[in-house]
């Protein structure tokens, strides 16, 4: 099993995940070769909590143009969508000050 820190690669912040973690929902990019199972273990080492669903989605990086030249591409990434159990602590993303 690979490192918990390579299968995890940052959480993903935006409105719409915002909004999800009012139901115990929480969004990562991930390593595009983990799988569920292997995100849930990550997460719950990390974090010490209790995962009762991974959602998994793949992306795949689009064409751009570069500056001077034609065509570049963006990396694909893997995202997941995990929903923890009820009871469990939520997930500190923001350091409270």
Request: glycine share 4%; aromatic share 8%.
């Given at each position: 099993m690979r490192d918990a820190r390579d299968v995890i690669i940052r959480p993903l912040i935006s409105e719409k995940s915002t909004d999800l973690?009012?139901?115990?929902?929480?969004?990562f990019v991930v390593s595009e070769k983990a799988n569920k199972i292997e995100i849930k273990?990550?997460?719950e080492e990390i974090f010490g909590v209790?995962?009762?669903k991974v959602n998994t989605a793949n992306f795949k990086g689009?064409?751009?143009r570069l500056g001077r030249f034609p065509?570049?591409?963006q990396p694909s990434w893997k995202k997941?969508?995990?929903?923890l159990a009820e009871g469990s602590k939520p997930?500190?993303?923001?350091?409270s000050r």
């Open positions: 973690m009012e139901d115990n929902k929480y969004t273990q990550a997460l209790e995962v009762e689009k064409k751009k065509e570049g591409k997941a969508i995990i929903t997930i500190e993303l923001f350091e």
